[in-house]
């Protein structure tokens, strides 16, 4: 039985602590702006970034990796002897598990169809992909099969649950990924939305006052607590104070530390603009 590699892409924004322990391998989207196109992986200054987007002007575009990149990732995991299970961003939301898929079938076919590669749709992302692919990797470490760590990520996606709210649709709305949320767009630019991923973004609830939504954020993670989902995690975008907040109201429910805090990057940072905070969990047996 041969070791599984985990593949994943730039928009987990898990700590680099959990990449290297798990060994987790990346390919990193794209970012465009002003006719100059960078791997997101490569931008490391988010103050920045975030700066400038909240500047007047159109908004930076996004981009799936390329087959090439997934190939260059994935031969060398191959060559090594191992098998792959690649996890991804949603389907909703990007291209990037249809140019998995693709190299992953002209690998395949150049070996001679033997099946080494396994892509799955998170149907998440940030937050829920991060949890999905640590139950996966838990699997590999563990030394189980293919199938098993496949299965494994499969019935984490099904299980992650994740909300975040977002100062404005504004962003969502102009970058085309606002989904289901459409219907509020209008008077509902000047509420504080909240949001889940459901293959696409999808509504949840409108509240007026950033202080209410903090406490929804709450009510979710109690809601999480409730159904005996007891790995948690916070992320957010420039907004650092919310977020310790949080996990300061997270530690009080669960009792326990959050998986991990992290700040979302610049690919889904451009649909949603700074001052996001969300919250996100899953089953820890699905971890292990």
């Known amino acids: 039985m041969r070791p599984v590699a985990i593949v994943t892409d730039s928009t987990h924004y898990l700590p680099r602590e959990l990449t290297e322990r798990?060994?987790?391998?990346?390919?990193?989207?794209?970012?465009?702006?002003?006719?100059?196109?960078?791997?997101?992986?490569?931008?490391?200054?988010y103050e920045a970034f975030y700066a400038?987007?909240?500047?007047?002007?159109?908004?930076?575009?996004?981009?799936?990796?390329?087959?090439?990149?997934?190939?260059?990732?994935?031969?060398?995991?191959?060559a090594a002897g191992k098998d792959i299970v690649s996890i991804h961003l949603s389907g909703g939301l990007s291209g990037t598990c249809g140019a998995a898929r693709q190299a992953g079938a002209m690998l395949e076919e150049r070996s001679g169809g033997a099946r080494r590669i396994e892509v799955l749709d998170s149907r998440s992302a940030c937050g829920g992909l991060g949890c999905v692919v640590l139950a996966a990797?838990?699997?590999?470490?563990?030394?189980?099969?293919?199938?098993?760590?496949?299965?494994?990520?499969?019935?984490?996606?099904?299980?992650?649950r994740l909300w975040f709210c977002v100062d404005t649709l504004e962003y969502l709305q102009r970058?085309?990924?606002?989904?289901?949320?459409?219907?509020?767009?209008?008077?509902?630019?000047?509420?504080?939305?909240?949001?889940?991923?459901?293959?696409?973004?999808?509504?949840?609830?409108?509240?007026?006052?950033?202080?209410?939504?903090?406490?929804?954020?709450?009510?979710?993670?109690?809601?999480?607590?409730?159904?005996?989902?007891?790995a948690w995690v916070v992320?957010?975008?420039?907004?650092?104070?919310?977020?310790?907040?949080?996990?300061?109201?997270?530690?009080?429910?669960?009792?326990?530390q959050p998986l991990w805090v992290s700040e979302i990057g610049p690919v889904i940072g451009t649909y949603t603009?700074?001052?996001?905070?969300?919250?996100?969990?899953?089953?820890?047996?699905?971890l292990r």
């Open 52 to 78: 400038a987007l909240a500047r007047p002007g159109e908004l930076p575009t996004t981009s799936q990796p390329s087959i090439g990149d997934f190939a260059a990732v994935y031969e060398p995991l191959l």
């Open 22 to 45: 798990f060994a987790i391998e990346q390919v990193s989207l794209y970012l465009t702006r002003d006719a100059s196109s960078q791997r997101e992986a490569e931008i490391t200054d």
């Open 273 to 286: 603009g700074p001052g996001l905070v969300g919250v996100g969990g899953i089953d820890a047996a699905l």
């Open 175 to 230: 970058g085309g990924r606002i989904g289901r949320a459409a219907a509020w767009v209008g008077g509902a630019l000047q509420i504080k939305p909240i949001l889940s991923v459901e293959s696409e973004i999808a509504p949840v609830e409108r509240v007026r006052t950033a202080g209410r939504a903090f406490e929804r954020m709450v009510d979710y993670l109690r809601a999480l607590r409730d159904d005996g989902a007891d």
């Open 137 to 160: 990797a838990a699997r590999a470490r563990a030394g189980a099969p293919i199938e098993e760590v496949a299965q494994r990520g499969a019935d984490a996606a099904a299980a992650m």
């Open 235 to 256: 992320q957010h975008i420039r907004a650092p104070e919310r977020a310790a907040a949080l996990v300061e109201r997270g530690r009080e429910l669960f009792g326990s």
